[in-house]
């Protein structure tokens, strides 16, 4: 028995010794629990995925990631919550979602022609980075913004017919979003708001002839099984689409891992967009090719200029309504100009920095 009660206490001595081990180990790596409304299929959820490896890398494992796809944890419509409140610790968020959360931030959403993606990327990155009224947005909210993404330019997929002038906008029953979707209403289309994920079924029952989409992401979503017929518009692009980070998870990283917290969410934009780039080639590529090949055309030039007009002439709308908002229109808009101008200058002086 005596024996027996000293094995016993031993072996809860172990079972003690053992859970402060996995307890100190547990410790020593901080999981962060991430949050994405898209599927984990495509560019940018692999892209995010490299995000999170590089994390884990330079930080010598002290930084883990573990992702929620699909709107698992929440919807993107409740990024901006989700995170604040520490529902999760990163999430996405888009602003045509939210539009009254961040309105500083959806400068990036203005339908101008800059479609280059790594222009728009990184002028959104510094906007959001060194704008006092950006930042400010971003720390009422309880997030750290940490980088940007794009949805690449908008392109137009239909059932059964191309779009390829205005006019041919007018009575068509169209998903789309945010201001470009403003601008289809605008011209006549019968407008539903739906997630891309929903499309697929709406495309096939006929609730929907169009959809606003980007290349890499018909396919991501497989759109072009039930449509054929894609107008090449490569108009704009969606740059308010991010990831933040909850404030109160941020400030509690030590400042080794906060700075390479932020020198891995720098470099994600090169990452992004080399890969977004090549991923919109191969993608067009493969959906135009084999038995059931997608049928493409572009609008006609004069045509697509009218558009892109109508593009530059929501600018005053966003500024009122940034105004509206006590913030500084004109200013975040001068600004964010700016930057485009200046890393258009890099692209075309030096190239984009991987074929450097």
Same mark, same amino acid.
């Given at each position: ?6 094995c ?11 859970a402060?081990? /996995?307890?100190s ?5 901080? +999981? @962060? ?24 890398? #330079? ?14 944890l ?19 968020i ?7 959360e961040?309105v ?7 339908? /101008? ?17 060194? %704008? ?16 940007? @993404? ?37 011209? &006549?289309?019968?407008?539903?708001? @739906? ?12 609730? *929907?002839?169009? $959809? ?8 991501? !979503?497989?759109? $072009? ?12 692009? %969606? ?18 891992? #906060?700075?390479?917290?932020?020198e891995?969410?720098?470099? !994600?934009?090169?990452?992004?967009a ?9 993608? /067009? ?18 045509e ?5 007009? +109508? &593009?530059?002439?929501? *600018? ?6 940034? $105004? ?33």
């Open positions: 028995m005596k024996l027996f009660k000293k016993s206490v031993a072996l809860a001595a172990l079972a003690i010794s053992g402060v081990t /996995l307890s180990s547990a410790e020593a790596e901080t +999981m @962060l629990r991430w949050s994405d409304g898209q599927p984990n299929r495509g560019v940018n959820s692999e892209t995010l995925q490299w995000m999170a490896s590089e994390l884990e890398k #330079r930080s010598n494992g002290d930084l883990g990631v573990e992702f929620h796809w699909g709107g698992a929440f919807k993107s419509k409740s990024a901006v919550k989700g995170v604040g409140t520490r529902s999760a610790d990163i999430a996405t888009i602003a045509a979602y939210t539009p009254k961040l500083a931030y959806s400068v990036g959403d203005i339908p /101008l022609p800059n479609s280059d993606v790594w222009v728009g990327m990184r002028a959104m990155y510094e906007l959001a980075t060194t %704008h006092p009224a950006l930042k400010k947005m971003f720390d009422d909210l309880n997030l750290v913004y940490l980088t940007n @993404l794009s949805t690449s330019a908008i392109e137009i997929l239909c059932k059964d017919k191309f779009i390829n002038t205005l006019d041919d906008l007018k009575g068509v029953k169209m998903r789309a979003v945010g201001p470009y979707g403003r601008i289809f209403k605008d011209l &006549g289309a019968d407008v539903a708001r @739906l997630s891309q994920a929903k499309v697929y079924n709406a495309l096939d029952s006929g609730i *929907v002839e169009c $959809n606003q989409n980007y290349m890499y992401s018909i396919e991501v !979503f497989k759109q $072009n099984d039930v449509a054929k017929k894609l107008t090449k518009l490569d108009w704009g692009q %969606h740059l308010a689409f991010g990831v933040v980070m909850n404030k109160e998870t941020y400030e509690g990283l030590s400042d080794a891992n #906060r700075q390479v917290l932020q891995v969410s720098s470099d !994600f934009i090169d990452q992004f080399r890969r977004i780039q090549e991923a919109n080639i191969k993608a /067009l590529e493969r959906m135009t090719s084999g038995d059931s090949p997608l049928e493409v055309a572009e609008m006609d030039p004069n697509k200029a009218k558009l892109e007009k +109508m &593009g530059f002439d929501t *600018v005053p709308n966003w500024i009122e309504r940034a $105004n509206d908002a006590g913030l500084p229109g004109q200013d975040i808009f001068d600004s964010y100009m700016a930057l485009v101008a200046k890393y258009e200058k890099i692209r075309d002086e030096k190239g984009y920095p991987w074929n450097n």
